[in-house]
């Protein structure tokens, strides 16, 4: 008897594996496979969309470009000519891009007279102008913050200021790129498509730049800005003069910044702000110039430097009557 | 003994080396201070030149005002004069400062301009001209002259680009820069900056102040607990 029993327990057992429902079994497995196999491409399409989208607005050429400083004479040129006929499509304009690069013994630097500055924000204007900004959301380079007297923590100021000024209990500050000499924005690049170059200016290579933001984020001057989205400007009220570093027109998902105009100032015009401006508050030149109003001013005014304890060690300063 | 004299060789032998270290140094930095002066000399130089290539052209008011005259000729044609049309066969007042003490010209105009009477700057002898402080006169298209002599320090300031607006090239090798003379941005009569409107602003809300309604919604809220 001992032995019988676990006979027939085993049959028993065999019996009940055949009688299972293995069939129903395996159609529910694979209903959950299949499911989550759906989920999981479809999932992977949403995230590759993106992609599809760029490959559609980015050409092979495009894509496979050099970074700015790699590209040959003649690779240049191919970049500017499909540039600028990309322009002429998308914006019906012509326009003529340039490739400006620093005048030998010179170094840019920019100053701002405190005292006189009333927050009329027509530099902001001039550069929203100047530089091809998108036109809807105003877009410029430089935040004119109303202070309150009596500190120079940029933080305790507002940007949302209107009507008449100057307020009586307040002071204007504009600010823009200070084109540091250890600029924290260059320093955070992954892909270091953002430099420094001889004469001081932070340049961006627009078609290098991947959009990740760090530069934005390291930048103690708030100065960078990130393109939402493609700027819209009227044919019209493109600026034609233009040049690949600075004015072009910037392509969606970029950051981009003020360059002290170096479509003008490398031909040895003053930026589009200080010709605005006018109270007469910005003062422009070449540091390395003895004789240049900058040098004059560093010499004989009380100078500021907007967060000077950070190191970054600014080419723009502000002064005081 | 001998331990001792090797050390005392030792610390000579360091001696003369930190010397040498130190002599070459010196010559290397006094040789790059030549350089760097050499290039601040060329620079200079460089910079003489460039003034010489395009001028700096300060912008000059258009001569002596005219006064438009009340009224038309019986073709419509309005007409100005000259200052001394009147002024030349008039008594001066040298003392007048104010616009309401005028009996009969000018009374509309506002000064604002320190305590200063109208001859201080105006020429009682030469009415389509100016008067510096020493009397002498002076054309009303070198007005600067006569501002300077009281904002010296804007003057200096001007000369140095720090006082201002100004347009055209920072680099004189490759154009000309214009420059506003003072009545250019101040009226002469009331020569305080006016105050201007904020047109163009960016839709950016950086440190845009609370609304001041969610704040009191806050505070009684707080209130309430």
Redesign the interface.
Known sequence: MTNTEPNNTQQAESSANRSLPIVENFTRRAVVKGGFATLGAAAFVAAVSPLRQAAKSTTAVEFMQQHYTELSPEQKADVIARLEAETKEKYGADVTIADDRPIPGTKFVYAINLSVCNGNGKCVEACHKENNHDRSTNQSYIRVIEMPKGTMDMEKGSTTYSGIVPKDDKFYLPVQCQQCDEPPCVEVCPVKATWKEEDGIVVVDYNWCIGCRYCEAACPYHARRFNWKQPEVPSEELNPDQSYLSNRVRPVGVVEKCTYCLHRTRRGKLPACLEACPTGARVFGNILDKNSNIRWILENKRVYILKEELGTKPAFFYYFD | MPRIASLFFAVLLCLFASMALAVLWQSVNSADAHASRVA?AH??Q???N??EAHPVIIRKPSGPPRIELAGTDPQGRTASVACSTCHSVRQANLENKAAATLDEFHQGMTFNHGNITCYACHNPNESDALRLADGSSVAYENVMTLCSQCHS?QAD?FA????????????L???P?MK?NCID?HDPHVPK?P???????????????SNSEHQQEGTAAHDKH
């Open positions: 601040e620079m200079s460089a910079s003489a460039w003034k320090k300031s140095h680009g720090a006082h201002g607006g100004m347009n055209g090239h920072w680099d090798s490759r154009g820069q506003n941005c900056y105050k201007m409107i904020v047109g163009f602003k960016p839709k950016d809300r950086f440190n845009e102040p």
